[in-house]
């Protein structure tokens, strides 16, 4: 019963040192990301890629660059499009804010018109004014 109990306890301490180091690498990937797009180090094909990341902080910096420099490609226009639609509680951004949120801000800043985005049609009336909050706070 000590055995078991003393494996028990060496098994989670692996299993968070484990999760750590997991954590640890993640954090240091999204850093070296956000570093690159804020230096301007990445091409337009490499930040069109970003876009399919599941990283919210990587995507949050992918798609303000986008918006800041005016990127604007066939590519770009149809993953911010896809991204528009994400709404749920795992697309979550920054506070109440979600990835479908910033990619239609991101859409209306490259001169989209807001009745042609797709995820922007389906929203209410309080989730538009909150993209249009959104649209205002971020330093373009």
């Known amino acids: 019963m000590i055995l ?30 956000s570093k690159k797009i804020e230096e301007g180090q990445c091409s337009i094909q490499e930040l069109e890629n970003l876009l399919e990341e599941n990283n919210p902080i990587v995507l949050y ?12 490609t066939k590519g770009i226009i149809k993953k911010l499009s896809e991204l528009s639609s994400k709404r749920e509680p ?11 949120d910033l990619a239609i801000a991101t859409m209306i800043k490259l001169g989209e018109k807001e009745d042609e985005i797709t995820g922007f049609k389906i929203l209410d009336k309080f989730e538009k004014k909150m993209v249009f909050r959104l649209f205002e706070e971020i330093k373009w």
């Open 61 to 72: 910096h992918a798609l303000t660059h986008i918006g800041k420099e005016g990127l604007r």
């Open 4 to 33: 078991q109990i003393c494996c028990l306890k060496l098994y989670s301490r692996k299993k968070i040192t484990d999760q750590s180091l997991e954590i640890k690498i993640i954090q240091e990937e999204q850093n070296e990301y």
């Open 90 to 100: 795992q697309d979550k951004l920054i506070g109440h804010y979600k990835v479908g």
